[in-house]
Structures are given as structure tokens and as C-alpha cells.
């Protein structure tokens, strides 16, 4: 069956500019992860959606960055007035339900964001 | 708290012979243990997973690990590498951050496979 997808799979943006990454889990999938893999560096959670809760923004470097997930399903991650330490590949995964810490997370290809 | 340390960042080994890849973590709970690879410009993928249904656990390709609550530790082996073993390896544990069920990375480790 289809995995997660992402898109674009590069995006290369100036600084300043406002840049959108999409994410579409597994059909079926309730939870919703957004990493960050800086270069050199192990991967930074961001945001989680679960089904209809408030999301966790707990990782969220500043208030550029945002996510909505619209239907319970695709999410877009949202970066306002980019900076160069944006750079990174912005990974998304999806797992089956919250509430069981066995369930396994499984993970888009990633979006490689380069701000210039 | 959670944490992930991965005690090599690169390990190499010669084809045909063991990969042994370290990982010690901490965690204020009964943790999930998971082991991720992620080959050049690919996604991550699943290897294997630790739930407390048995110490040693089996993943794909011929890895496997084993948990030692003594040790804290769950080290990935492999008996006898190939070529197509060099990728990045990263040790995950699963637990809590706030209200959120979150996974907690190592920071990987660089496994290189000679000829």
C-alpha cells in the first residue's frame, strides 16, 4: 500500500521568503508527526497532530513556524520569512492511533528546504 | 525524561564480517525501543522494534538486537554485513513529551561497509 508522501522532495527558497511543505500519512492514520534532520544533526521533533485534540506544538523552534492538519489527514508545515538555519530536511510521519507506545511511526522521504 | 545516545558516529567493517552499532538510552518509563536506518536520500525506514514481548528482537535484513534493562542498552548486530548495510542507523526510543507521544533520536551513526 502507499507509504507517507511528501512534497516538493526540494524546495530551494531566499531568505525572507514564506515556503509550505505538505505531508499525506498512511490512509487511516490518526497521528501525525513533523521532524526536522539538520546536517550533522539526530532529528528534532517539531509538532504532532492526533486525531481531532489541539496539537502539540512543544517543538516548534519559533513563531515562523506553523502546521495545520486539514481533515484529519494531510498536514502542511508552514515557514514565514525564512532564515538560512531553516535549512534541513523536514521529514513527516504517520502512526495508527495514539494511546500504544509499540505503534510504529512511519516516515515520509522528507522535504530538503535549502534557503539561500 | 527520555534520551538516546548513540556511542559510535561512524563505525566501518569489512563485508562478511559483524556490525555491531551501540545505543544506551534513558527513560522514565517501561520504553519502546526502535532501530531506523535511512540510506542516502531515502526515507527512514524501520528495522526493528522492542515492546517487552521478548529481549531479543529480530528485524529485517538479518539485524537484530537485544534489550538489557541491566545495561540500558540495545545494541543492533548483524553477523555478517553486505555492501548495501552502509547507511546512517539511528537508536529511537518512544515515550512522552507533555501531552505528546513522541520518538527520541539518537544522533545516528555512519556505518561503513569496505570491500
Known amino acids: 500500500g502507499a507509504g507517507v508522501s511528501q512534497s516538493p522532495s526540494n524546495k530551494v527558497t531566499e531568505k525572507g521568503k514564506d515556503v509550505e511543505l505538505r505531508c499525506d500519512p498512511i490512509?487511516?492514520?490518526?497521528?501525525l508527526y513533523w521532524y526536522r534532520q539538520s546536517l550533522g544533526q539526530g532529528l528534532e521533533f517539531l509538532i504532532y497532530f492526533q486525531g481531532n485534540s489541539a496539537p502539540d506544538k512543544s517543538g516548534l523552534p519559533s513563531d515562523r513556524f506553523s502546521a495545520e492538519r486539514t481533515g484529519g489527514s494531510v498536514s502542511t508545515l508552514t515557514i514565514q520569512r525564512t532564515q538560512q538555519e531553516d535549512s534541513a530536511v523536514y521529514l513527516c510521519?504517520?502512526?495508527?492511533?495514539?494511546?500504544?507506545?509499540?505503534?510504529?511511526?512511519?516516515f515520509g522521504p522528507g522535504t530538503r528546504l535549502t534557503v539561500l | 525524561a527520555q534520551s538516546v545516545t548513540q556511542l559510535d558516529s561512524h563505525v566501518s567493517v569489512s563485508e562478511g564480517t559483524p556490525v555491531l552499532l551501540r545505543c544506551n538510552y534513558s527513560s522514565s518509563y517501561s520504553p519502546s525501543l526502535f532501530w531506523y536506518v535511512q540510506h542516502p536520500n531515502k526515507g527512514l525506514q524501520l528495522l526493528l522494534k522492542?515492546?517487552?514481548?521478548?529481549?531479543l528482537v529480530k528485524g529485517i535484513n538479518g539485524f537484530e538486537a537485544e534489550f538489557k534493562k541491566s545495561e540500558t542498552s540495545f545494541h543492533l548486530t548483524k553477523p555478517s554485513a553486505h555492501m548495501s548495510d552502509a547507511a546512517e542507523y539511528f537508536c529511537?526510543?518512544?515515550?512522552?513529551?507533555?501531552?505528546?507521544?513522541?520518538?527520541?533520536f539518537g544522533s545516528g551513526t555512519q556505518l561503513t561497509v569496505l570491500p
Open positions: 529511537v526510543v518512544s515515550g512522552f513529551s507533555g501531552s505528546a507521544r513522541q520518538l527520541t
Open positions: 522492542y515492546t517487552s514481548a521478548a529481549t
Open positions: 490512509s487511516g492514520h490518526t497521528a
Open positions: 510521519a504517520s502512526r495508527l492511533r495514539d494511546g500504544s507506545s509499540t505503534d510504529t511511526q512511519y
